[in-house]
C-alpha cells in the first residue's frame, strides 16, 4: 500500500508525519513557510487515514489564511509589502564612508 503524497516517515523516530508548503502568497499571514503535522501513528494504513483528515484540516486553514488576507486587503490597500534586504537602506554604523586623509 502506498503512503499518500504528503505523508512521510519522520527519520529518527519511524512516526509518520504530514508535511505540505505553505503558499507564498499566504506565508506572511500564517507565519510559517511549511505546516508539518504529527499523525502520531507508525502505522501506514492508519496514516493514510489520518493524513486525509489532516489535508482537510490544511485546506480549511488555507481558506481562512486567504479570507483574513483578503479582508486586510481591503483595508489596507496603501499598504506596501516589506522591501527586501537588497532594498532596505543600511543603518548609518554600515554605511561606506570615505576615509578622512
Not at 3 to 28: C, N, W
Not at 31 to 57: C, F, I, M, P, W
Not at 92 to 100: A, D, E, I, Q, V
Request: charge should be positive.
Amino acid at each position: 500500500m502506498r503512503v499518500m503524497a504528503h505523508v512521510e516517515l519522520h527519520p529518527k523516530s519511524g512516526v509518520f508525519q504530514y508535511r505540505r508548503r505553505i503558499p507564498t502568497d499566504l506565508q506572511a499571514v500564517v507565519g510559517r513557510k511549511t505546516h508539518y503535522e504529527s499523525l502520531k501513528t507508525k502505522d501506514r494504513r492508519l496514516a493514510n487515514q489520518r493524513g486525509a483528515e489532516a489535508d482537510a484540516r490544511f485546506e480549511t486553514m488555507l481558506k481562512e489564511a486567504r479570507q483574513k488576507l483578503a479582508a486586510s486587503n481591503g483595508q489596507n490597500a496603501q499598504a506596501r509589502p516589506r522591501p527586501n534586504r537588497r532594498e532596505r537602506p543600511l543603518p548609518s554604523s554600515r554605511r561606506w564612508r570615505p576615509t578622512k586623509p
